[in-house]
């Protein structure tokens, strides 16, 4: 059974840094590609970023390109996300997530691309 576990949420001021951390456990980590969403109160759940297997290759929503920073340890079975520059509207919870094939590439950006979910952790930026 395929298990993601977010942490590293928290309080940080607006232009502040924080990053988020997700392991997995499961199956071999490092076939998949790993996904990072986001969901603030009353808003549907949105794409923020993705990365391949190897790592060497993301993809980034625009509204968070050039502040936040995807990447991945495949000997600890973890991916980061260094948000940096943060923003109130960055305030969400911020889940990782996994797709079931490993056929799945880093430009699916829709939930339904993805099967395995976390719990999510709390960002929350204070202005």
């Known amino acids: 059974q395929v298990t993601l576990v977010e942490s590293g949420g928290g309080l940080v001021q607006a232009g502040g840094s924080l990053s988020v951390s997700c392991a997995a456990s499961?199956?071999?980590?490092?076939?998949?590609?790993m996904g990072w969403f986001r969901q603030a109160s009353g808003k549907e759940r949105e794409f923020v970023a993705a990365i391949n297997w190897s790592g060497y290759r993301s993809s980034y929503a625009d509204s968070v390109k050039g502040r936040f920073t995807i990447s991945r340890d495949n000997a600890k079975n973890t991916v980061y996300l260094q948000m940096k520059g943060l923003k109130p509207e960055d305030t969400a919870v911020y889940y990782c997530?996994?797709?079931?094939?490993?056929?799945?590439?880093?430009?699916?950006?829709?939930?339904?691309?993805?099967?395995?979910w976390g719990q999510g952790t709390q960002v929350t930026v204070s202005s």
């Open positions: 997530a996994s797709p079931q094939s490993s056929n799945t590439n880093i430009d699916s950006r829709r939930e339904t691309d993805y099967y395995y």
């Open positions: 499961g199956r071999t980590f490092s076939s998949y590609i």
